[in-house]
């Protein structure tokens, strides 16, 4: 055996100085010099091994640059903390401008200089006149350059990274924050005016022909940006994680969308330009994912582990993280500070994007005995390697817990990543006239076909592969890659529902009481079960997936379809309501064992012998489901429907349904194609309990609570609720609810929201000031409730600024219909939809009795 | 071939319990001048040396350098095996993957032999400079010990302050805050419970408790114990093996970051 030592002495007999001993402890073996000329000093001959030696030279040179820059990082960490917030107000101010120039300057001084350790070790005192100087928010060019230097992949990186945008809108000549505003009120305008369209417009025109202003200015920057400018990494090296880390800090920093996607697609350029294979980890980073959605690949990571490696260290206690990280809900930030705060010793090889990537990879992987130790010191390990200045532990942490929150979403990625590619791949020498509507293209060909493949292990080596044009090609919805559900929108009552289809055909189904299923069957036969969210069902299934090739037509070699899964009752032989179903096993279901029998209940075909049908009216894909497949009553069946223009007759069919069990009806245009994940118009379901109240239930967060009195001492009196604002990650309150519970529900309620209890609101909740519960809860419960009608109320803050500019939309007279366990809670009913509902219900007071009217408008 | 014969096996037994905590995996270095050891906490944050002279063992052979990667938590296992006053015994071959501890009970009526399997372990190994520390404290271990184990039960961090009268450590924490002076003290006719500094300019540095108190696992190897500190860098904590070598730790300093919050508003 050869014992490994990969060993380096510093030659430390000729340096002396007291600087140069700092530079020794401090940065080991990566101060500059010590880089630049490794030497395999008296230790490591002795170890004897070429090996060894030729691993360390490799390992040297690879490294040699991120390692060099988080040695000066972490000597000078505490510029980088300094740093970071000074550059938010920087932007803010809107002084960036004459950044660049300073801070090339400063650059050239820095970076060949043979003891860049000279520099990082004076200022860490810190309070030379030049630093003194610099806090003065004017002068804010040598603090950025501080960060820039204090930082990793740095020096060049930063500059257009960060001040690309704003610095950019400066030359178009008004001040960039009033430019940033109109782009923002432009963009918000053109939202609405989208969401509004969706009404009317089937969704799948692309509206490439409206491209904005704010869209013409962006495609003229892109035009100018190169790439490869801000790379610090060599042509091919793995790309630092802190490049990424300062992508998400700029995107944090922002508001506004279209900056958000600039930023984005600068940065996703300078991969593609330098290291396109760190592209896909990027994608996956950047989506906070390790695995598409349907590979059923979870981080499974818990706050009490991320305390114990944040703990391990730093030095810092678990119980003292603890009660800070309940206090503040930020685990991240306590991170970073205590990661900013501690010392080190020796070099630290820098993390990678890659390298974060595997690791998260590594750690979805790890189970059995001992996974929560070796869990942890992989993320312990993350965390060494997190450099200072960029929030790097920060987000690490925050990729591990699954919530990024930097207002990115997953929409913003795929328009990031297909101007990008477009833009290194595709458009040289084009002008910039054309260039705008030529990106929109490119992003809405790219977000089709993920919607129709929603894997980024296809989407990205798609896009590096070939021109953008070619996607659908290549990237295509085909067995084993679920897509999400396509959704149907609420109505208030038959006569909303003929009045939208007027001059439509259409059709009306059953709309089964429980848990929607996609059954995928493959060309080996082999059968998947997903959810709406395209998660694997099929543990959960095993039986509908054992009885599937039976019920196939034997010219049907694979097959999707869209079904419903719905509790059977063999003995009576007719269906069973959902919380039946919600009894059943959730994982490792074994056919012999299953208590809850299921019946399903197929109303869609998407897929048919190599042949996707999404693009296929509903008639079409109708008659393929009647012809790939035989029902058998208790196994298979398909959706009751009935096509009629008959209001009575409608009427009819929908009490038919309830009394069959069913929630209600679905209504389907006959010509509409399925529009994966939309809520769309071409669905529209009617509930039962439609005719009275609100048209729809509402999913709503229970986030606080009000100790009960009198008779319900002891649990909680009432609950405060609270709707998901997607775009902005915050929870908004919308009621208060108090009433139709029982005293046994009560207790069942107290107990388990007990575990959900919080000392503090999160900061992303968003109550009214008079409105504040005595206790708060962390967003975990999902409770589906009835309500009477909606109303502009100060004391709510659901869906804000899109009805009243201030004001707030609640409900009143909620009741509880159910605890919505298959909800998460950013899955709670968005503002838009209770904005969408609160008009129309203006809407139809105004108009009541009137048959014909456009509620578009 | 490395073969060295320790008559008071019980201190190779402290070496590993006052290390094994720290350090899950290290390569011992094994030369002609005598077994050592360097290995870093997985975190960056500390550093343990250790060097035992060929000159304390009894017998002492090693013709060629030899590097025995081990798992410290493993190899204590086996020490632990071994009675304080045993004889202990390490040997290796040259090109071997193990390591052999025979422990010899005083009267030599009961011999073991403990095999251990070598790893394959990828350290570096930092140059360590000597430098002209600003300030060194020399005083008793035990006390030292002690005022790590108080001080953790209030606060995460000590800030230890060194004048020309005394040092002192500092805590703060949720309940209070601690602060404990020790003074110069030279009178003591016995050394070892003399307090000592040495001091070039006043210095003050902050450390994480935790580390220190692992440190303070080395007390029982020597009465007293010295801590070099200088502005920014790690402090060192050595522990002095009589005839034998050292074990010395480097801690690095919290980074103080007050200026920063003055700064910023």
Not at chain 1, 46 to 51: A, I, Q
Not at chain 2, 244 to 252: D, K, P, Q, T, V
Request: aromatic content about 6%; proline content about 5%.
């Amino acid at each position: 055996m050869a014992p490994k030592r990969s060993s380096t002495a510093l030659n430390s007999a000729s340096g002396g100085g007291k600087q140069q001993n700092i530079a020794k402890f401090f940065g080991g073996k990566t101060n500059a010099d010590s880089v630049n000329t490794p030497k395999i000093g008296a230790q490591a001959s002795t170890s004897g091994s070429t090996g060894v030696q030729k691993k360390t030279a490799v390992a040297s040179l690879q490294t040699s640059r991120p390692v060099a820059e988080v040695a000066s990082a972490t000597f000078s960490g505490r510029e980088a903390v300094h740093a970071q917030p000074q550059l938010k107000r920087l932007r803010k101010a809107g002084t960036v401008t004459q950044t660049a120039a300073t801070d090339a300057e400063d650059l050239a001084d820095r970076s060949p200089s043979p003891s860049p350790r000279q520099e990082n070790t004076t200022p860490a005192k810190s309070k030379s006149p030049a630093k003194r100087k610099s806090r003065t928010p004017a002068a804010g060019s040598p603090e950025e350059t501080k960060a820039t230097s204090a930082h990793p992949p740095s020096p060049a990186g930063r500059r257009p990274q960060m001040a690309t945008s704003p610095a950019a809108t400066d030359l178009t000549g008004s001040s960039a924050d009033d430019e940033g505003q109109a782009d923002r009120d432009d963009e918000a305008a053109s939202n609405k005016r989208r969401k509004k369209a969706v009404l009317k417009a089937p969704a799948s025109t692309a509206k490439v022909a409206g491209v904005g202003k704010s869209a013409l200015a962006a495609a003229e920057l892109h035009a100018k940006y190169e790439a490869g400018q801000a790379a610090t990494w060599e042509a091919g090296a793995p790309v630092p994680f802190a490049f990424l880390a300062q992508t998400f800090t700029a995107i944090d920093a922002t508001t506004k969308r279209t900056e958000i996607t600039n930023i984005l697609t600068d940065a996703l350029r300078t991969i593609i330009a330098t290291t396109p294979d760190d592209l896909l980890p990027t994608a996956y980073l950047l989506n906070n994912r390790v695995a598409p959605a349907h590979a059923g690949v979870e981080l499974g990571i818990g706050d009490a582990i991320l305390i114990k490696a944040i703990s391990s260290v730093t030095g810092r206690n678990e119980k003292s993280i603890k009660e800070e990280a309940a206090k503040s809900g930020d685990l991240s930030s306590i991170a970073n500070a205590a990661k900013g705060k501690q010392g080190l010793i020796g070099k630290v090889t820098a993390n990678t994007i890659r390298s974060v990537f595997k690791t998260f990879r590594d750690i979805a992987k790890i189970e059995g005995n001992k996974s929560q130790d070796h869990k942890k010191a992989l993320i312990s390990k993350l965390l060494t390697a997190s450099g200072k200045g960029s929030n790097e532990a920060g987000y690490i942490i925050r990729l591990l817990q699954g919530k990024l929150r930097i207002g990115l979403q997953e929409q913003g990625l795929l328009v990031g990543l297909a101007q990008a590619a477009f833009l290194e791949r595709e458009s040289a020498g084009r002008d910039t006239s054309s260039l705008a509507p030529r990106l929109e293209a490119a992003a809405q060909t790219v977000k089709q076909v993920f919607s129709e493949c929603p894997s980024l292990d296809e989407l990205v080596p798609a896009l590096l592969g070939g021109p953008i044009k070619d996607l659908p090609k290549s990237v295509r919805f085909k067995p084993g890659v679920p897509i999400k559900a396509m959704l149907a929108k609420p109505t208030n009552g038959v006569t909303e529902v003929l009045d939208k289809f007027q001059d439509t055909q259409f059709t009306v189904e059953y709309k089964y009481d429980g848990e929607r299923a996609q059954v995928h069957v493959d060309e080996r036969g082999h059968v998947t079960i997903y959810s709406r969210n395209s998660e694997d069902m099929t543990g959960k299934y095993p039986d509908l997936a054992q009885r599937m090739p039976d019920l196939l037509a034997p010219d049907v070699k694979s097959l999707v379809v869209d079904c419903e899964a719905v509790a059977w009752d063999p003995k009576e032989g007719k269906i069973r309501p959902f919380q039946v179903l919600s009894t059943r096993k959730r994982k490792d279901v074994t056919v012999g064992s299953i208590q809850v029998q299921v019946v399903l209940f197929a109303f869609d075909c998407l897929f048919l012998n190599g042949e996707s049908l999404l693009s296929k009216p509903l008639t079409e894909r109708r008659e393929a489901l009647v012809g790939s497949m035989t029902a058998k009553p208790g196994q298979m069946e398909f959706a009751t429907f009935k096509t009629s223009h008959d209001v009575e007759e409608l009427g009819n069919f929908l009490n038919e349904s309830v009394a069959a069990g069913m929630e209600g009806l679905i209504v389907k245009s006959l010509d509409s194609t399925y529009e994966p994940s939309k809520r769309s118009v071409n669905w529209l379901k009617l509930k039962k309990d439609y005719l009275e109240g609100v048209g729809d239930t509402f999913d709503v967060v229970v986030i606080g609570a009000w100790h009960g009195r009198g008779k319900r001492t002891g649990v909680y009196g009432s609950y405060l609720l609270a709707i998901y604002d997607d775009e902005n990650e915050q929870f908004q309150t919308i009621s208060k609810i108090g009433t139709g519970f029982s005293e046994e529900l009560l207790k069942t309620l107290h107990g388990q929201l007990n575990e959900h209890v919080i000392d503090a609101p999160r900061t992303y909740y968003r109550w009214g000031e008079s409105l504040v519960p005595e206790v708060w809860f962390d967003a975990q419960v999902v409770w589906e409730v009835k309500a009477a009608d909606l109303s502009i109320s100060p004391l709510h803050k659901a869906a804000a600024g899109l009805v009243d500019p201030t004001k707030g939309i609640s409900i009143r007279f909620p009741r509880l219909v159910k605890t919505r366990e298959d909800k998460s809670p950013d899955q709670a009913t968005s503002p838009e939809q209770v904005a969408e509902m609160y008009n129309k219900q203006v809407l139809l007071s105004k108009t009541k009795g009137k048959a014909a009217d456009d509620d578009d408008d | 071939m490395f073969e060295a014969r320790l008559t008071q096996g019980g201190l190779l037994k402290k070496v590993l319990e006052a290390i094994k905590d720290l350090v899950s995996d290290a390569n011992f270095d094994c030369s002609p001048t005598g077994f050592s050891l360097q290995a870093m906490d997985s975190s960056h944050v500390s550093l343990v040396a250790m060097q035992l002279r060929s000159d304390g063992f009894e017998h002492y052979r090693c013709d060629r350098n030899l590097n025995m990667g081990l798992n410290l938590g493993n190899m204590a296992k086996m020490l632990k095996c071994a009675n304080n006053d045993d004889i202990i015994t390490m040997k290796a071959e040259d090109a071997g993957d193990t390591v052999t501890f025979m422990f010899e009970s005083p009267s030599q009526d009961r011999i073991s032999d403990f095999e251990l399997k070598l790893m394959d372990i990828d350290s570096e190994q930092l140059g360590i400079p000597d430098t002209d520390y600003a300030a060194t404290v020399k005083m008793p271990s035990a006390e030292f010990a002690r005022i790590c184990k108080d001080l953790a039960s209030i606060g995460e961090t000590v800030a230890i302050s060194v004048t020309k009268d005394g040092v002192k450590f500092s805590t703060s924490g949720d309940i209070g805050s601690a602060n404990i002076t020790v003074r110069q003290n030279t009178a003591v006719d016995k050394p070892d419970e003399q307090t000592v500094i040495d001091l070039n300019e006043p210095v003050m540095l902050t450390f994480a408790l935790r580390y220190l108190n692992s440190f303070a696992k080395a007390t029982p190897l020597s009465p007293c114990v010295i801590m070099s500190m200088s502005k920014e860098l790690p402090v060192v904590v050595e522990y002095r093996i009589a005839d034998m070598g050292h074990i010395s730790f480097y801690l690095a300093p919290k980074i103080d970051d007050e200026e920063m919050e003055d700064g910023n508003e």
